[in-house]
């Protein structure tokens, strides 16, 4: 397994079917899927989303992909690019297990893959979103230099739209 990304303390890969549980996991504590329009997901819809979803970005070198600790290899949550087709924007994501927030890796996450987005990728634009009430989200954003464009709604929730 050849790392998409590394950073001091953190290695990206690709996801595989194998990693289904991986992603039951981390969408099982409510708290971590509390601003992400989704929740809990069983074998069956994690191997959809797999996919249908994820696997589907990898060959135009972008997609969401599991994010490991180095020093450990431990599987800490995802970040990564995502295309949305309907919007036709290059969106950034991010989601981690609760017991690493607060220990800056989603903010190392995404400037890691800001970076690749921006000069490896050379991509015109990206943008990141979040709940208006998620406000460590909304922080990471602004870290990894994206800048406030609007606010609006998506699947029925207010959100903020930040673009570089």
């Not at 290695?11 to 899927?33: C, H, K």
């Not at 460590?136 to 570089?164: C, D, R």
Request: hydrophobic content about 40%; charged content about 25%; glycine content about 8%.
């Amino acid at each position: 397994m050849n790392p998409i990304l590394k950073t001091p303390r953190l290695y990206f890969r690709e996801f595989s079917m194998d990693d289904a549980q991986l992603l039951i996991d981390l969408n099982s504590d409510p708290e971590v899927t509390r601003f992400t329009g989704d929740g809990p997901v069983d074998e069956t819809e994690a191997a959809r989303v797999l996919k249908d979803i994820i696997l589907p970005q990898y060959p135009n070198k972008i997609g969401r992909w599991a994010v490991h600790l180095n020093a450990t290899d431990e599987f800490i949550g995802w970040c990564g690019l995502k295309y949305i087709e309907s919007l036709d924007e290059i969106d950034l994501g991010y989601r981690f297990f609760k017991k690493h927030w607060g220990k800056g890796y989603a903010t190392e996450s995404a400037k890691a893959v800001m970076e690749y987005g921006l000069k490896v990728l050379q991509l015109k634009q990206i943008v990141g979103r979040a709940a208006v009430d998620n406000h460590n989200s909304i922080a990471v954003l602004q870290k990894a230099g994206l800048h406030f464009k609007e606010e609006g709604f998506e699947h029925g929730e207010k959100i903020v739209k930040y673009t570089t």
